[in-house]
């Protein structure tokens, strides 16, 4: 990891990612934090042994260490140059910094890291990099990969970033004023007679739709974990 001058361009596209993460995360009332150690050459526990420390050439030039709920976040820049030896280096280095945060990281914990890669300044609209953007997000060794393109103008950064968010663990897609029927529900039931769900566990996804349905502040991902464990006792039968 390299010291960085508070006003080089790479620390303020650093900054100003972390705090529209921050916004973000505020808005669903998600804890953030910076973690440091995410960030750094050594593996947890290494003290100054030379074998538990990366050498700065295998590691991201630009990285900050985040914590967004039960997600570690490795924060990176993409090269400003479109090519695909560029980004593969990119990879490379962000996915070695990724095995030092795991190092930190319990095992449950290490299946949230994220790596988030930004793409330089107008890459946004351009056909090459959402092609390179891919080829570095399908690299899931380690942690997963996202590349957020930025746009042109930094006043459009806003409304881009909220648009990559919706690909992201923090999308919520079920946060929404629009009105559902119970058509939905009506399937699961038809499933359950065809016999493609069992009535039991049918029953169960029914019972936990309809309670998140009565109750607005009841935590989506609690009724989500709760129709994943009664699938989890169905396959155990």
Same mark, same amino acid.
């Given at each position: 990891?390299?010291?960085?001058?508070?006003s080089?361009? !790479?620390?303020?596209?650093?900054d100003?990612?972390e705090a529209?993460?921050g916004?973000?995360?505020?808005?669903? %009332?998600?804890?953030?934090r910076?973690?440091p150690?995410?960030a750094?050459?050594?593996?947890a526990?290494?003290? =100054?042994?030379?074998?538990?420390? $990366?050498?700065?050439?295998d590691?991201?030039a630009?990285?900050?260490?985040?914590q967004i709920?039960?997600?570690?976040i490795?924060?990176a820049?993409m090269?400003?140059? &479109?090519? =695909?030896e560029?980004?593969?280096?990119?990879? +490379? +280095?962000?996915r070695?910094?990724?095995?030092?945060?795991?190092?930190?990281?319990?095992? &449950?914990?290490a /299946?949230?890291?994220?790596?988030?890669? /930004?793409?330089p300044? *107008?890459?946004? *609209?351009s056909d090459?990099?959402?092609?390179?953007?891919?080829i570095?997000e399908?690299?899931e060794? #380690?942690?997963?990969?996202?590349v957020?393109?930025?746009?042109e103008?930094?006043?459009?950064? =806003?409304a881009?970033?909220?648009?990559?968010?919706q690909?992201t663990?923090?999308?919520?897609?079920? #946060?929404?004023?629009? #009105?559902f029927?119970m058509?939905? $529900?009506?399937?699961i039931?038809r499933?359950? !007679?065809a016999?493609? #769900?069992?009535?039991?566990?049918?029953?169960?996804?029914?019972?936990?739709?309809s309670?998140?349905?009565?109750d607005?502040?009841r935590?989506?991902d !609690?009724m989500?974990?709760g129709?994943?464990?009664?699938? @989890?006792? @169905?396959?155990? %039968?």
């Open positions: 990891m390299t010291e960085e001058a508070p080089s361009p !790479a620390q303020r596209a650093l100003a990612a529209l993460l916004a973000r995360a505020g808005e669903l %009332k998600l804890e953030i910076k973690m150690r995410f750094e050459r050594v593996f526990g290494g003290g =100054e042994s030379a074998s538990a420390r $990366l050498e700065t050439n590691l991201p630009h990285v900050r260490g985040l709920d039960r997600y570690a490795v924060l820049l090269p400003e140059a &479109p090519s =695909e560029g980004v593969a280096d990119t990879v +490379r +280095r962000a070695n910094q990724c095995v030092v945060a795991r190092s930190y990281l319990t095992s &449950p914990a /299946l949230d890291l994220h790596a988030i890669l /930004l793409g300044r *107008g890459s946004e *609209g090459t990099w959402r092609a390179l953007a891919l570095a399908r690299d060794r #380690v942690a997963r990969k996202l957020w393109l930025r746009p103008d930094p006043a459009a950064d =806003e881009s970033f909220a648009e990559f968010t690909r663990f923090l999308a919520r897609p079920w #946060v929404t004023d629009a #009105v029927s058509a939905p $529900l009506d399937n039931s499933a359950a !007679a016999g493609e #769900v069992p009535r039991d566990t049918a029953s169960t996804w029914i019972q936990l739709a309670a998140a349905d009565e607005d502040d935590d989506p !609690a989500v974990d129709m994943i464990a009664a699938w @989890r006792q @169905r396959s155990s %039968k």
